[in-house]
């Protein structure tokens, strides 16, 4: 009994854990990691805001003592090193190619405003 306890106490927790969000309701965000997570605090890039449908894999972390979203696990489907694309779980998306063109919905604009297929 005293040793598992002395074992315990030098066991330090992981900083980082994975989770699958469970619930997004009027801005209280659920997950289920080790356990269940409520009122995480979800960080993004300045500008960027979603919310975050259930059933996506996310990265945990303790912010001043509480459970924050610091991402969710990335599908890259398709891009090439050095672009972006945003997707809605509608499958709308936007993709900032590296030619200098943008996808939007399949509609591909170049970089200079032209639509080349409309």
């Known amino acids: 009994m005293w040793i598992s306890r002395q074992i315990t106490k030098t066991q330090e927790s992981t900083a980082l854990q994975s989770a ?3 619930l997004n309701s009027n801005g209280e965000v659920e997950a289920v990691s080790t356990g269940a ?3 995480i ?8 805001s979603f919310s975050l449908p259930a059933g996506v894999d996310m990265l945990l972390t303790k912010s001043d003592g509480e459970q ?3 991402g969710t696990l990335m599908k890259n489907s ?10 809605a779980a509608s499958g709308a998306y936007i993709h900032l190619k ?19 297929n409309g």
Do not use: F, H
């Open 78 to 87: 398709g891009i090439k090193a050095g672009e972006v694309k945003i997707t």
């Open 20 to 22: 699958i969000s469970t």
């Open 37 to 39: 997570e409520r009122g």
């Open 98 to 116: 590296n030619d200098g063109s943008v996808v939007i919905n399949g509609l591909q604009i170049d970089m200079d405003g032209v639509i080349e």
């Open 68 to 70: 924050a979203a610091i």
């Open 41 to 48: 605090n979800i960080y993004a890039p300045y500008g960027y």
